[in-house]
């Protein structure tokens, strides 16, 4: 993908919260987190070496690599979530992280006080991980629902004052019935933001 995409990629990844699917997978819903650290430490160890020899907890790769590398030496990693530790987790080893709240008030465009903490939250810890907050992504979401792409530009100036690197915009459960129609849904929003 990020070769294809010339570099775009950006990874988002989550632990879940089903633990059936966990049981499905014959895997412990309970180490779920501190397994996700060491995927992290095999998946920038793969695309960043051209042969990685690799033996962790839950890992073992006798001398493997991919071909073609990335185009990004590693592909950025955001992590998904709102518990403690994922926040922790994410100002530890992320490159950034996808909240799961919305940005703004009912109208839109007033910044909510609930965001603005975790925001804030997130910059501590990133900081108290030696890192610096402004070099960290943060990827707010937009959801077009019921409404034209047009009436979503606000939020995306409320994200900015949240201080977000980038916003996405969800068109999932807006009654778009064609990849047309999501595409064109997304090329309306990007021209109403100017």
Wanted: charged share 30%; glycine share 12%; aromatic share 8%.
């Amino acid at each position: 993908m990020d070769v294809l995409s010339g570099g775009r990629l950006r990874l988002g990844i989550g632990i879940g919260w089903n633990e059936v699917e966990y049981e499905a997978l014959g895997e412990d819903f309970r180490n779920r987190g501190k397994r996700s650290e060491e995927q992290v430490e095999v998946l920038r160890a793969l695309w960043t070496q051209d042969v990685v020899t690799y033996k962790g907890k839950w890992h073992s790769i006798p001398d493997a690599g991919l071909n073609p590398l990335p185009v990004q030496r590693p592909i950025p990693i955001l992590f998904g979530g709102m518990a403690e530790p994922v926040l922790r987790r994410a100002a530890r080893l992320g490159d950034g992280w996808l909240p799961q709240f919305g940005g703004f008030e009912a109208d839109g465009k007033t910044v909510n006080a609930a965001g603005r903490d975790y925001i804030q939250k997130m910059r501590g810890y990133i900081t108290e991980a030696g890192r610096d907050p402004d070099a960290f992504q943060i990827d707010g979401r937009v959801t077009l629902g019921n409404r034209k792409p047009e009436e979503c530009a606000a939020e995306v100036e409320a994200w900015r004052e949240l201080g977000a690197t980038h916003v996405s915009l969800n068109t999932m459960r807006a009654g778009l019935s064609t990849p047309d129609a999501h595409i064109d849904a997304m090329r309306r929003f990007k021209e109403a933001l100017g």
